[in-house]
């Protein structure tokens, strides 16, 4: 089902800048060369609550190539961030680093050591001597003192109590998500360059306006006074959406040594100080008839948050559309604790709140001997009745996703009894669960430029992390004007363009896909009137009514609308006859709040998980996974299947692997590392499939097109543990599976 | 990581006479000691590579036998058509540790003396015995998940993480080295130390003790081995209990059982108590089951890892029913 003629719009195109990326020659953060650069090394906090009684750098000091080393002591004003006075930003921490003596978490920045080379400084900060007055560490929502005041988030709708209360059929069951970290490929780093009163930034950002914007108000200078570069970002799932303290540490040092400075976050403060998923303790209450329709449902989450943050894992907010259900009440209350601040993670919100509900829901289904997706049809919402009134989607095909998913899965094949399926000497285990991610846009301003050498060049303030940006605006530009992919330039991750959103929320391509097409259509439109202008124009003679004739753009040429593109000439004619370089057009598009007012937007998915476990060595792999998204229309095949199946891996680490370990003791997550935080490896991983089904949401953009980062990860994990105790009779309510889990299982059951 | 002095060493005297002097370390692939070095466990003032040593050979012994260079890749070592068609747990239990990558620097001496994975040993701001005697252990009350449950005393219950190590156990390797006072050959089994009260002392390797080979006994016709290695992912993690078993069974009945466990011990942990209990023995479940039950009879679970318990019979049972049926 395409919505346009050509082809270009949808078709598998390979990314324009993965050349760059498979021979090396893509320059991410610190890979930018830098005449003169010295580096910085953090010193870190080694407890989780206290204040720094002293700190001796007197050794440090006078070690070889030491520049500078800058703490609590001696630094130089830094400021909050205007946050919610001024709401066009957003730090990752509001506290500037080495604003006083207080450690709030293990891993929060006490100094930090500038010196000539990276070992130099790696050398001196060992040096550093940091004498703590310790208190005790609460990392432990039992060991929080308890929440006062009312709780962060409150919803409700009908009477929930009562309807529990009466309700013939009930689950009361709590789950457990650790904290998971985000672990990008590319560890967060910030080389900081001053030219007299303004700083540049490179970094690997997933926004660098909101970073520019964050580093102007916590560094006091003008917002003009900062450019942020980030033209490739190894990755981010969230944790690169805000800036962290080290940016504000690199272009701090940087101003006081003199030089450019560059400081990479090591991989075990990865853990700490750039954010992560934090643990949620989630209670779920559902009544329902004996016939499996839902009477009642209660969600409640405690979350912990930082010392210094207000941050808010938004898990209830699925529980209120996913299902239609008369009578719903949420809370979410938070925990303050000796962490680093959270932040969003792949799915925020979304993703932990449907672990709770879509087990709870399996655990319904086997309470009632329902088929769990029997349960869900029972119970699909024709409308978002979290809104009241309630509103329509803008587009839902969440049945056909179940449908399909299905028949390709062999569903109905599947025997209910606990390890009643068999493959070999394995027990088969399947689950299913539903996706859903919220659907938006924001605004946006691109340029596009068309040059007299027959290219075009297309510029935006948003950034590429991997995802296919760079390739969606070329995919664009090509479709309107017929210039080749590859003799269009993309350039993106520099504040200095027209501003562009933030990648988060999986937004950006249906933010941009309207500007990227406004900006080509006005281009389009300059170069037609300079066509029309022209002096030998051919297209001067009268059309119909007298009328110049309506001149349209196809494979480059501009030619008559309804006459073949050879009758035309190149759009690069029409230029040179002018004596023109280029005729370019900047436009600026946003949401029509209207429509975001009649509608709700979602894209919905229904995932299917299939289990292999060995009972005899306890050992559970995932053999199947299969992916069903209703997405709108997929701009790009190869690039939107791959962040589906990259969500589908990452979910099957979180049901599977992940999770930060704090000691109790100090705080510290003790798993800060790639060999002991464990992820999915290639091994972990079976044959994954995804399916589209494409009904463009035209509500959001003239393709239909949503965005896909995030929901591949939303049912893996509850589908995975459906899976698990299909198999095994184990329930897991407490994130990751776990051998003993499973063993402990075993041996109640034996 | 703090400043050291780095030389190269051209022959095995002279590697030895310089560490016994400088009191510094080898470095051969450095996947173990440039990692410790880096988070400042392992401080050396003079680092001496021995990479340059003609040290890098697998030969097959006159009487049988292989004879593996301490140089030796574990890749290459892995890949040996001679261990794969008569040490198949040897390589079986090298491709099932770390990655492609590691194995191809790691080597046969690196790897016998690969350090712990306990998270207290590798952050100086945590008490350990091993890294500091005396100072105490963090692991005790700590998340002992990945430690072990047998050869632990009340001052270090840190694994040995080696699976190498482990299929060379089952396979009766001696260690030889040349030192200071000249080369010695040590059974690997007497060349590992259990903790006691002195867990910083791992082996019985003197300062300056260079490992140059290890050789492995021939094994009779008709034996099988087998390495299996669980634990939370398939690739690239420290086995939560692994089991090599080299066995020969004659007309059903087990002749003789070489059993050996990872990730369960403190050093790579050969049961004696298992063989016993499987030599002589029909080759049944009910032996296996007890062979695996004497194995783990003086296992001492801490708080998170009772389960390794379980795991290391299992791993052992599967190998046993694996190897033991009929070709
Ligand atoms: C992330 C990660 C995952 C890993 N996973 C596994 C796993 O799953 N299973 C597993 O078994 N291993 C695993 N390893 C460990 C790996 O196998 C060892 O690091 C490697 O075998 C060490 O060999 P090397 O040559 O690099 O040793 P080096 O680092 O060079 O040396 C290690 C130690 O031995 C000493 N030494 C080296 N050679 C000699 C010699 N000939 N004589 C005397 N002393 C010597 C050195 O001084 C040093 O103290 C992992 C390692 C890492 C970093």
Redesign the pocket.
């Known amino acids: 089902m395409s919505t346009s003629g050509n082809s270009i719009i949808g078709a598998p195109i390979q990314r324009i800048e993965g050349s760059l990326k498979v021979t090396g020659a893509a320059r991410y953060a610190v890979d930018h060369p830098m005449d003169n650069i010295a580096f910085g090394v953090p010193v870190a906090s080694t407890v989780g609550n206290a204040r720094i009684a002293r700190i001796d750098t007197s050794i440090a000091q006078r070690m070889p190539g030491v520049l500078t080393i800058i703490h609590h002591g001696n630094t130089d004003q830094l400021f909050r961030p205007a946050g919610q006075l001024e709401q066009s930003s957003r730090a990752g921490e509001v506290r500037p680093p080495f604003e006083d003596d207080k450690v709030y978490y293990y891993g929060q920045y006490v100094a930090v050591v500038v010196a000539n080379t990276f070992e130099q400084a790696q050398d001196a900060a060992a040096k550093v001597k940091v004498q703590y007055e310790t208190q005790p560490n609460v990392v432990e929502i039992a060991d929080a003192p308890p929440p006062q005041g009312p709780p962060r988030i409150h919803y409700a709708r009908g009477n929930a109590d009562p309807a529990f209360e009466s309700a013939p059929v009930k689950i009361d069951e709590t789950y457990v998500l650790p904290p998971e970290t985000h672990n990008p490929m590319e560890m967060h780093a910030t080389i900081a360059k001053w030219e007299g009163e303004k700083v540049i930034l490179y970094e690997s950002s997933q926004g660098v306006v909101n970073h520019q914007h964050v580093l102007s108000e916590m560094l006091g200078i003008p917002v003009d006074q900062v450019q942020v570069l980030s033209p490739f970002c190894g990755s981010g799932f969230g944790g690169k959406l805000f800036p962290w303290p080290h940016s504000l540490v690199a272009a701090m040092a940087a101003k006081r040594v003199n030089r450019p400075v560059k400081f990479v976050v090591p991989r075990a403060l990865m853990f700490t100080a750039v954010g992560h998923r934090p643990l949620t303790q989630q209670r779920m209450r559902i009544g329902a008839t004996q016939d499996g329709k839902l009477l009642s449902i209660h969600h409640d989450v405690f979350q912990p948050t930082s010392m210094v943050d207000t941050y808010v894992e938004a898990a209830t907010g699925v529980t209120t559309m996913l299902y239609s259900c008369e009578n719903l009440t949420a809370n979410q209350t938070l925990v303050p604790m000796n962490i680093g601040t959270p932040t969003p993670m792949r799915g925020p919100g979304i993703v932990p709140g449907l672990f709770p509900l879509e087990s709870a829901m399996d655990e319904l289904a086997i309470k009632l001997n329902l088929d769990p997706l029997e349960l869900r049809l029972k119970n699909y919402a024709e409308q978002d009745e979290s809104f009241s009134p309630v509103r329509p989607f803008s587009s839902k095909h969440l049945r056909e996703c179940y449908q399909i998913g299905a028949e390709k899965f062999g569903w109905s094949k599947r025997t209910p009894q606990v390890g009643s399926m068999k493959s070999g000497d394995e027990i088969l285990g399947w689950g299913m669960a539903t996706a859903t991610w919220h659907a938006s846009r924001g605004s946006a301003t691109v340029r596009v430029r068309l040059n007299a050498d027959g290219t075009a060049r297309a510029t935006c303030a948003t950034q590429d992390i991997g995802t296919g940006t760079y390739t969606i605006f070329a995919q664009v530009v090509s479709e309107k004007t017929g210039i080749p992919i590859d003799k269009i330039e993309v350039v993106l991750g520099d504040s200095s363009l027209p501003d562009g959103p933030t990648s988060g929320g999986s937004t950006v391509t249906a933010t941009i896909l309207p500007a990227v097409s406004a900006a080509t259509n006005g281009a389009i439109d300059r170069v037609i009137a300079a066509a029309q202008t022209m002096p030998s124009s051919p297209f001067k003679r009268a059309g119909a009514g007298g009328d110049p004739p309506k001149l349209i753009m196809t494979a480059g040429r501009i030619h008559v609308a309804d006459q073949p593109p050879e009758s035309g000439i190149p759009f690069q004619e029409v230029l040179a006859q002018h004596r023109l370089a280029a005729l370019e057009m900047e436009s600026r598009t946003a949401p029509d709040p209207t429509t975001s007012r009649q509608f709700s937007g979602h894209s919905f998915g229904a995932q299917f998980i299939e289990v292999a476990w060995d009972p005899g060595i306890a050992r559970m792999r995932v053999s199947r996974a299969l992916t069903v998204i209703d997405a709108g229309k997929i701009i790009n095949h190869r690039t939107g299947r791959n962040q589906i199946l990259g969500a589908v891996v990452m979910g099957i680490g979180m049901a599977l692997f992940e999770e930060t370990i704090y000691d109790k003791r100090n705080a510290k997550p003790l798993n800060n590392n790639f060999?002991d935080y464990i992820v999915s490896t290639n091994a972990d991983i079976p044959d994954l499939d995804c399916i589209f089904v494409e009904y463009p949401d035209l509500h959001l953009n003239e393709y239909g097109a949503r965005g896909i980062g995030e929901i591949g990860l939303a049912g893996i994990a509850s589908a995975v543990t459906m899976a698990v105790y299909h198999a095994t009779g184990v329930r897991v309510r407490k994130l990751p599976v776990r051998i003993e889990d499973l063993i402990a299982g075993q041996q109640m059951t034996a | 990581m703090q400043v050291f002095r780095y030389s190269q060493a051209r022959t095995v005297d002279g590697a030895v006479e310089n560490v016994a002097r400088s009191g510094g370390?080898?470095?051969?692939?450095?996947?173990?000691?440039?990692?410790l070095m880096k988070l400042n466990v392992l401080q050396p003032t003079s680092v001496v590579d021995?990479n340059g040593l003609p040290l890098d050979r697998i030969e097959t012994l006159p009487g049988g036998g292989l004879r593996i260079g301490?140089l030796v890749r574990?890749s290459d070592l892995a890949w040996n058509d001679t261990v794969r068609q008569q040490y198949a747990v040897l390589s079986e239990a090298l491709l099932s540790?770390?990655s492609p990558q590691?194995r191809n620097?790691?080597?046969t001496?690196?790897?016998l003396?690969?350090k712990t994975r306990c998270y207290y040993f590798r952050d100086t701001n945590y008490a350990c015995n091993k890294r500091q005697p005396g100072s105490g252990c963090a692991a005790l009350d700590g998340f002992n998940r990945i430690h072990a449950v047998l050869g632990g005393s009340e001052h270090c219950v840190a694994t040995h993480?080696?699976?190498?190590a482990v299929a060379m156990m089952a396979l009766e390797a001696t260690v030889h080295t040349q030192g200071p006072k000249g080369e010695r050959a040590i059974t690997l089994d007497d060349f590992y130390l259990v903790p006691g009260s002195t867990p910083d002392r791992e082996n019985v390797l003197v300062p300056g003790e260079?490992?140059t080979h290890v050789t492995l006994p021939a094994l009779p016709s008709g034996t099988r081995s087998v390495y299996l290695k669980l634990r939370d992912r398939q690739q690239y993690?420290?086995a939560l209990a692994s089991s090599a078993i080299v066995v020969n069974v004659n007309g059903g009945s087990i002749q003789r059982a070489r059993i050996a466990f990872g990730g369960v011990g403190t050093k790579p942990w050969r049961s004696r108590e298992a063989e016993k209990a499987l030599e002589g023995q029909p080759a049944s479940p009910e032996t296996f089951r007890r062979a695996a039950d004497a194995a783990m009879a003086s296992a001492k679970p801490l708080k998170y890892n009772a389960f390794k318990i379980e795991l290391a019979k299992r791993a052992l049972i599967r190998n046993l029913e694996q190897t033991t049926q009929a070709a």
């Open positions: 060999a | 370390a080898f470095i051969a692939g450095g996947t173990t000691l440039v990692d021995i301490a574990n540790g770390a590691l620097m790691a080597t001496g690196g790897n003396l690969q993480p080696s699976d190498m260079l490992i993690e420290f």
